[in-house]
């Protein structure tokens, strides 16, 4: 089995200090569900990529849906409507 790159690899304890009020054992809980990937050492001791802990810094954008999502609304009267008017 190939050693990880030591620059690239963080321990758990190493990746909870990167990331502003996260335990390490948020980090073991999120490797456990799979939410953070990480590597089994022969050992027993588990190393996180940097990356993907860094990745966790920039939260994806959210998603807006597109024009052709959004259901064609155009003559439907909504409840109330009539009585702004």
Partial sequence: MKEPDVGEALTPSQAAALLPNTSVDS????IRSGA???????????????????ALLSPALPSTPSVSSVPDVEGVELPGQGALL
Avoid: C, H, S, T
Avoid at 27 to 30: H, L, N, S, T
């Fill in 36 to 54: 953070l990937p990480a590597q089994k050492l022969p050992n027993g001791r588990y190393f996180v990529r940097r990356g993907d802990v860094e």
């Fill in 27 to 30: 980090i073991r809980r999120w």
